[in-house]
């Protein structure tokens, strides 16, 4: 059973933002940190960012430096991913997952949501 939902994936245009939404209903999010990853087609899942568990530093891959974001709000054991400046080449699976901090292995994954960036 997943642990993990996302949601929030859609088609967008180039230059457009999409904000990514992480949930769970059977875990405390605050406890962990919370990791983005993507998987194009063809290609392998690589991790785009991580927020530490305090909510306090986050990460970013070289490929979405600058134009991704990642908030978390513990009130509604949520997590977001806020993407902006969209390009075609971000099409892809996006999943989010917990670890128990960002330098760790992935312990629990969420089943994905599509993102397609075109016009």
């Known amino acids: 059973q997943t642990q993990l939902v996302e949601s929030g994936g859609g088609l967008v245009q180039p230059g457009g933002s999409l904000r990514l939404s992480c949930a769970s209903s059977?875990?405390?999010?605050?406890?962990?940190?919370i990791a983005w990853f993507r998987q194009a087609p063809g290609k392998e899942r690589e991790e785009i960012s991580c927020?530490?568990?305090?909510?306090?530093?986050?990460e970013f891959a070289d490929s979405v430096k600058g134009r991704f974001s990642m908030s978390r709000d513990n009130a509604g054991n949520l997590a977001f991913l806020q993407m902006n400046s969209l390009k075609p080449e971000d099409t892809a699976v996006y999943y989010c997952?917990?670890?128990?901090?960002?330098?760790?292995?992935?312990?629990?994954w969420g089943q994905g949501t599509q993102v397609t960036v075109s016009s």
């Open positions: 927020i530490s568990v305090s909510g306090g530093s986050t």
């Open positions: 059977e875990l405390t999010l605050r406890f962990y940190a």
């Open positions: 997952s917990i670890k128990s901090s960002c330098s760790l292995a992935v312990r629990s």
